[in-house]
Nanobody, 123 residues
Framework: DVQLVESGGGSVQAGGSLRLSCAAS???????????MGWFRQAPGKEREAIAD???????SYGGSVKGRFTISEDYAKKTLLLQMNSLKPEDTGIYYC???????????????WGQGTQVTVS
């Protein structure tokens, strides 16, 4: 079974940076990298929102609130999805989840696999 495990969350002051990692396992053969992967977050009292995703061809898209500050990338050798977060704001506080789809393109994709989440607190 596919498993996604996030790490790298923590507490940081506004203006600071964090890098989140999502280690993937259970993908058949060399199939990791063949599918859409994404990052979501859920702020206290709010619904979960998509913040960044990456197609299998490396194309990326970002939510408006993080564009220009966050960067999604993948280390295919380590089967790890990354999220570099710069210029953090208090409104970036929340639980961050990585997710994987079973299709190569993220547009309209349903995310089948989810990590357990990692807390990010910006003060």
């Amino acid at each position: 079974d596919v498993q996604l495990v996030e790490s790298g969350g923590g507490s940081v002051q506004a203006g600071g940076s964090l890098r989140l990692s999502c280690a993937a396992s259970g993908y058949a053969g060399n199939s990791y990298g063949s599918y859409c992967m994404g990052w979501f977050r859920q702020a206290p009292g709010k619904e979960r929102e998509a913040i960044a995703d990456m197609d299998s061809d490396g194309s990326t898209s970002y939510g408006g609130s993080v564009k220009g500050r966050f960067t999604i990338s993948e280390d295919y050798a380590k089967k790890t999805l990354l999220l570099q977060m710069n210029s953090l704001k208090p409104e970036d506080t929340g639980i961050y989840y990585c997710a994987g789809a079973t299709v190569p393109r993220c547009a309209g994709a349903y995310f089948t696999y989810w990590g357990q989440g990692t807390q990010v607190t910006v003060s």
